[in-house]
């Protein structure tokens, strides 16, 4: 991919520095162009439906795109492995993720309507065959539940869900055991967060193997990625109602 491509969408210095990022992932040039592309969908569709604060190319690409990106280091590039998205809004990380790994099945659940609608317009748009990428219009705590879900995948990941030990409940229990559930939370968060939400974590099934700051990114953000592995069986009563994770938050017992 060159720099024609965004020849007067973006200026020379940003499209320079996006692209230098991206090509730290390695990729190659039709996955480059179904971002450019799936990029173009969104920024039409959130015309008139809002699904992100700021459509923009080189806003979308150094928010969204280049921050679902740094998962990839995360994700071993196993022909069979599953990924479950889970709150995937307009496609961040899952939907890019799938258009970077081609031999990745993902999952992308969301419970807003007009998020799954998008969603299922853009796969469409970009030729992401349903027997690969999925859209799912469902909650996180009952899909949970079901048997054709639970304990299935390989990755879970969730952005912008919840505090930690929420989304960690709402993700775990979709995991395998071996499974690895990919957190992304900034720096602050991470110090806030991390320490109360172990223990939480453990009763769960799953333990923190590591955090990984990153490299501030072209909007000046230090992010991380926390990876947590499940190494047991999530009890049965997890995911619980949204109501009761609710209850129970304002409590403190969350």
Do not use: W
């Not at 039409?44 to 923009?56: I, P, Q, S």
């Not at 419970?111 to 469902?138: P, T, Y």
């Not at 992304?184 to 939400?197: F, L």
Request: charged content about 30%; glycine content about 6%.
């Amino acid at each position: 991919m060159t720099n024609g491509l965004l020849d007067g969408l973006l200026d020379a210095e940003d499209a320079a520095a996006i692209l230098s990022a991206m090509d730290q992932h390695e990729l190659n040039d039709d996955s480059k162009k179904q971002i450019l592309l799936f990029c173009d969908e969104l920024r039409a569709y959130n015309e008139h439906t809002n699904l992100v604060a700021n459509a923009n190319l080189d806003v979308v690409l150094k928010e969204h795109v280049l921050d679902s990106l740094t998962l990839l280091p995360s994700i071993k590039k196993d022909s069979d492995a599953k990924l479950i998205d889970i709150g995937s809004g307009a496609g961040f990380p899952g939907l890019i993720l799938a258009i970077a790994r081609p031999q990745l099945k993902v999952f992308l659940l969301e419970s807003i309507g007009k998020k799954c609608r998008f969603l299922e317009k853009a796969c469409e748009k970009l030729g992401l065959g349903s027997k690969r990428v999925h859209v799912v219009c469902d909650r996180a705590e009952v899909l949970g539940h079901s048997p054709e879900y639970r304990e299935r995948f390989t990755y879970a990941t969730a952005r912008a869900v919840a505090a930690l030990p929420i989304v960690a409940e709402l993700t775990l229990p979709f995991l395998k055991v071996g499974g690895i559930f990919l957190a992304q939370r900034s720096k602050r968060q991470v110090e806030q967060e991390q320490a109360d939400a172990e223990a939480y974590i453990s009763r769960l099934g799953g333990r923190v193997l590591r955090t990984d700051l990153l490299p501030e990114d072209l909007i000046g953000r230090q992010l991380s990625v926390t990876s947590i592995e499940k190494d047991r069986t999530t009890p049965r009563r997890f995911p619980r109602p949204a109501a009761q994770i609710q209850k129970d938050k304002k409590a403190g017992r969350v």
